[in-house]
Structure formats: structure tokens, C-alpha cells
């Protein structure tokens, strides 16, 4: 173990060690910058970091080999003394290195160099960039599964859409978590959602209360009366000491499903930020 810890010091390998794990950090910020900002799927963080790791290995055995490599540096007056300490013969053979054994090494230290070790780092987050490219192409084409409703015509830019109660055995989390979800969805460019006056003047012409609750069935209602195209619905139910939270958008009849996300939480304080992701 001393041994290696020494050879770890000698070939500069923890300070190796840690400019890729720092430079590692960095490039998982940006990449997440990324995805909140531009809207990147979910599978780019994740394979971002996957790289990241794969290339670890590489950059260390790279670190070892170059510089476990240099070659030495001869003693003073450029000859090489014998173990008595006596200067060696001139007139006898040097013992040469087996040419085998010197183009094994020749081999390693060119396969295992800094410059493949970059250049394979960058083609792979070229790779990634290509695959985050075409999908977000897909997305704005609507093309398959990454084509969003928008660009495959099921809901015009900045649709209206009517977000109903989140149903939920306590009512309390039901309410809080819609409150929630609505304000979040409000922010999202791509549809528009009804104020909370809007759909109470919908009531009084539909001559209900004020405060009725907004279920999912009332609110495919509103949205046929008012010719809005989509309602959001919501779930909360429990599971062992979490929860799973459900979203669906919905056409105005309630019955097609547009688009269903759903998110899990550990306890009641994750619940916010489960319903950020769901909104998201």
C-alpha cells in the first residue's frame, strides 16, 4: 500500500485526480444551466454524468502511464555507476533493452496519451450534443415521442387550459399542491392558464357557487361551455410513507389523454419539489 500511495505522489496522480473531478463539477453546471434554461430531456443529465465517470478511468490510467514513462535522468557525468560504485568498464557492452519489451511500451504510452484521452472526451459530449440536437429538432418537428403537442398540432401556441383540484385524501395537500401546480404552470410558455376569476364567473353563469370545488368532471365542463381545449388534472395518493403524484392533460371532454407525467415523493417536504417536476 506504500508503495502505491508513493507511486501515486511520484506520477502527480492525485493532483490529476482532482482537476478532473473539479473540471467534472463544472461541466455537470453547465450542462444542468442547459437543461433548465432550453428545455433539455431528462436523459441528458444523467448520460452527461455516465461520461463523466467512463472517462475517469481513462484520464488516471493516462496520468500513470505518462508519467510513468519520463524518462529517467542519468546520474551526474552522464554514465550510469555500478553497484561497487566504480565507473564501468568502456570498452564493455551495454546490455540492451529487449525490443519487444520496448515497443509494448511504445504501444501503451501512444495508445494511452493526452491527446486521445481529450480527443475521446470531446467526440463523446460531441455525441451527446448531436443526440440533444436532433431531439430538440424532433420536439420542434413534433416528430414521434419527442415532438411536443404544439408543434404535432394538438394544442396551439399558448392554448388556454383549466387546471382542476388535485384529488387527494387530505384535502389540505390537495389544495396546497393545485395552488402550487398552478402557479408553476402559469410560467410555461407553451400553454396559457385560466385565472382563478375566470373560471368563478364561469360558475356564476353556470349558476354554482362561488367556492365550488374544482373537480376534474366541473372543470371539463367549464372547458366545454367556454371553448378551452384542455383541462389539467392532478392525483395524490399515498404509498408506504410517500407519495406518487399524477398530472394528466386532457382534452375538454376529459376522456382523450394529451400527455401524463408522473413524479414520486418520500415524505409531505418533498411533495413541492415533486410538483415543480411534475409542472416542468
Not at 5 to 25: F, P
Not at 195 to 214: K, Q, S
Not at 227 to 242: D, Q, R
Request: glycine share 10%.
Amino acid at each position: 500500500m506504500r508503495k502505491l500511495i508513493h507511486e501515486a505522489h511520484r506520477r502527480s496522480l492525485w493532483q490529476v485526480l482532482g482537476i478532473y473531478l473539479a473540471g467534472s463539477w463544472v461541466a455537470l453546471q453547465v450542462v444542468a444551466q442547459l437543461a433548465d434554461s432550453v428545455g433539455f430531456p431528462d436523459w441528458v443529465e444523467p448520460f452527461a454524468l455516465v461520461l463523466l465517470i467512463i472517462g475517469l478511468p481513462i484520464v488516471m490510467a493516462t496520468a500513470f502511464v505518462q508519467e510513468g514513462m519520463a524518462p529517467e535522468s542519468q546520474p551526474e557525468g552522464g554514465s550510469d555507476a555500478g553497484t561497487s560504485g566504480a565507473p564501468q568498464d568502456p570498452g564493455a557492452e551495454v546490455p540492451a533493452v529487449p525490443r519487444a519489451a520496448s515497443g509494448s511500451a511504445s504501444g501503451t504510452r501512444k495508445l494511452f496519451s493526452w491527446r486521445n484521452a481529450l480527443g475521446g472526451g470531446a467526440l463523446a459530449f460531441l455525441f451527446l450534443a448531436a443526440l440533444t440536437v436532433a431531439w430538440l429538432i424532433m420536439r420542434q418537428a413534433g416528430i414521434g415521442p419527442a415532438g411536443s403537442l404544439v408543434a404535432r398540432g394538438v394544442l396551439d401556441d399558448r392554448s388556454p387550459v383549466i387546471v382542476s383540484e388535485f384529488e387527494s385524501s387530505d384535502e389540505t395537500l390537495g389544495r396546497a399542491a393545485t395552488e402550487a401546480f398552478r402557479v408553476d404552470l402559469s410560467q410555461s410558455p407553451v400553454v396559457r392558464v385560466m385565472e382563478p376569476a375566470f373560471v368563478t364567473e364561469a360558475l356564476v353563469r353556470m349558476e354554482r357557487p362561488r367556492d365550488t370545488p374544482i373537480t376534474s368532471e366541473l372543470a371539463s365542463e367549464i372547458a366545454l361551455r367556454e371553448g378551452v381545449p384542455a383541462i389539467v388534472t392532478g392525483e395524490i395518493n399515498p404509498i408506504g410513507s410517500g407519495y406518487v403524484l399524477t398530472a394528466r392533460l386532457l382534452a375538454a371532454d376529459g376522456e382523450a389523454v394529451l400527455a401524463s407525467e408522473r413524479e414520486t415523493a418520500g415524505d409531505v417536504d418533498e411533495i413541492i419539489p415533486a410538483i415543480d417536476q411534475l409542472s416542468k
